[in-house]
């Protein structure tokens, strides 16, 4: 407090208050006014049931410090976690990653190496394995070098193969799941597509392999050795041979024509001579084990012989080697 004559003032901030009551001593003890030095203060003074109530808007100068640290703080914390979103954003900007996919280079790059430690010598085949991301979905390429492994390739069943890529794409999908993968199996050597495949977010799994070319060259192999049924007491001809597979099997189907060149040989062909279906099972054992020395993979090797007139079947052979005519219509 200052005194300047009489008139009593407060030194608050560094400036001098003027007060509305003058403070004064009663037995040493200095009295002042409590509304007014409060409102000085910036304090607000109210009187209610008898009590004297005393607000303040005035925080502590420390406990403001702390609580704007604080903020610094958080503010800096926050700021930390959106640039590691945005680097993760990056990551995976233009791949259409769908939750749980986990589609990221270094994530497809591990799935990579796993694939080639599991799968690289399967079937005895040096494999090899790409496998990248492309738009939202995965792309497989399974190659292999024909120079050193084309008779190990086709002495493989197509349902071997199948199952071979199926397994891949399992694996792939177990680590990259909500996600499709696609791809082709290749030679490397003439860059050549074997096959290709698709294997869909639900687990559905598709397999086509490009028009059986193995098969088709087998079948131009045989056709070129048989060309005619001569063991049965008339000769009929061998006008070309099929192969298809299904489950494990592989079928081989003669289609042949007993109206030929003129003549029918329906009625001779349904009193074949039981010596001359022994013979008939012959020609069709040999042309089984020609089939069985380039696909020894396969469960059952069957066969049947087709009359292309009729379009019916006349004789089929079973995987004990035995044949079984069929009675043909001779109206």
């Avoid at 189907?253 to 010596?275: C, H, M, Q, V």
Wanted: charged share 30%; glycine share 4%.
């Amino acid at each position: 407090m200052s005194d300047s004559g009489n008139n009593i003032g407060i030194s608050y901030n560094g400036q001098i208050k003027s007060l509305s009551n003058q403070p004064f001593l009663v037995d040493g003890a200095t009295y002042v006014p409590l509304r007014a030095v409060s409102e000085i203060m910036g304090a607000n003074v109210n009187w209610a049931n008898n009590t004297v109530y005393i607000t303040s808007p005035i925080t502590s100068t420390v406990s403001s410090e702390q609580e704007i640290a604080a903020k610094n703080f958080e503010i800096a914390s926050l700021k930390q976690q959106l640039e590691v979103a945005k680097k993760e954003l990056e990551t995976f900007k233009g791949t259409g990653t769908t939750a749980g996919s986990n589609l990221t280079t270094a994530a497809v790059n591990a799935t990579l190496s796993n694939i080639e430690s599991e799968y690289e010598d399967e079937h005895s085949i040096d494999w090899e394995f790409d496998l990248r991301i492309v738009s939202s979905r995965l792309e497989l390429t399974v190659s292999y070098d024909s120079r050193n492994d084309d008779s190990r390739f086709n002495r493989l069943s197509e349902s071997k193969r199948k199952a071979f890529i199926k397994d891949i794409c399992y694996d792939i999908s177990d680590r990259h799941n909500d996600v499709e993968i696609r791809g082709t199996i290749e030679d490397s050597r003439t860059d050549t597509e074997k096959a290709s495949f698709k294997y869909t977010k639900s687990g559905s799994y598709q397999y086509d392999e490009k028009a059986s070319l193995s098969l088709r060259d087998l079948e131009d192999d045989l056709e070129r050795s048989y060309t005619k049924i001569n063991c049965i007491g008339f000769n009929i001809p061998i006008k070309y041979i099929e192969l298809s597979e299904r489950s494990g099997t592989l079928t081989f189907t003669i289609r042949t024509d007993l109206r030929y060149d003129g003549n029918d040989f329906r009625e001779k062909w349904n009193n074949t001579a039981p010596s001359y279906k022994r013979d008939l099972e012959k020609l069709l054992g040999d042309i089984r084990d020609d089939i069985e020395d380039e696909y020894s993979s396969y469960d059952e090797i069957i066969g049947i012989i087709k009359d292309d007139y009729s379009g019916n079947t006349i004789a089929s052979f079973e995987n004990n080697k035995k044949v079984y005519f069929e009675t043909v219509s001779t109206y």
